[in-house]
T-cell receptor
Framework: DAGVIQSPRHEVTEMGQEVTLRCKPI?????LFWYRQTMMRGLELLIY????????DSGMPEDRFSAKMPNASFSTLKIQPSEPRDSAVYFC??????????????FGEGSRLTVL | QQQVKQSPQSLIVQKGGISIINCAYE??????FPWYQQFPGKGPALLIA?????SEKKEGRFTISFNKSAKQFSLHIMDSQPGDSATYFC????????????FGSGTRLQVQP
């Protein structure tokens, strides 16, 4: 079975450029999460969707970050304009049910972003 | 606001030894406490999880101990193996409201042969 698929796996860009990260959750999962991982701050929740609707976006750092889930099989995280402090590994995860407590979170392999 | 505090930051254990990682939480509304394991270049994967109605859960060599009154829980890895070398994250969430997992800062475990 295919797991959570993220693209690109690696992205190197220059400050000020737009970055779009993509995620395909596991089929049948109706909750999707975007996390950011850095050495300094660990794993931080950015945003959480349930049935394609954003439920909690309190972790989105600022207006430069936006996320969409146009359908059950696709989500994007966009950073515009990007800054060097956005450099991190961005993970997408999905699960069945209404939240993390209903079962296991399945993570993708992450998108490593480097902003020069 | 760090709602889940994890220690130690790193841990070196000899093969066959016991690895112990501790976490403490602040939010008494948390009612689900999983541990995730992450290998380099991979996403975290669920290892074992516990709910506060039990004080201990064991799966193979991995055991979670849970102390509700102290708001603490820990992961014990018995007979640690080099293949257990990874980063371990504790996490917590609640069944209502903000249901996403809040992760601890992670523990890098190295099991030496």
């Amino acid at each position: 079975d295919a797991g959570v698929i993220q693209s690109p796996r690696h992205e190197v860009t220059e400050m000020g450029q737009e970055v779009t990260l993509r995620c395909k959750p596991i089929s049948g999962h109706n909750s999707l999460f975007w996390y950011r991982q850095t050495m300094m701050r660990g794993l931080e929740l950015l945003i959480y969707f349930n049935n394609n609707v954003p439920i909690d976006d309190s972790g989105m750092p600022e207006d430069r970050f936006s996320a969409k889930m146009p359908n059950a099989s696709f989500s994007t995280l966009k950073i515009q304009p990007s800054e060097p402090r956005d450099s991190a590994v961005y993970f997408c995860a999905s699960t069945r049910g209404q939240g993390a407590t209903t079962g296991e979170l399945f993570f993708g392999e992450g998108s490593r972003l480097t902003v020069l | 606001q760090q709602q889940v505090k994890q220690s130690p930051q790193s841990l070196i254990v000899q093969k066959g030894g016991i690895s112990i990682i501790n976490c403490a939480y602040e939010n008494t509304a948390f009612d689900y406490f999983p541990w995730y394991q992450q290998f380099p270049g991979k996403g975290p994967a669920l290892l074992i999880a516990i709910r506060p109605d039990v004080s201990e859960k064991k799966e193979g060599r991995f055991t979670i101990s849970f102390n509700k009154s102290a708001k603490q829980f820990s992961l014990h890895i018995m007979d640690s193996q080099p293949g257990d070398s990874a980063t371990y994250f504790c996490a917590a969430s609640r069944d209502t409201g903000r249901r996403a997992l809040t992760f601890g800062s992670g523990t890098r475990l190295q099991v030496q042969p």
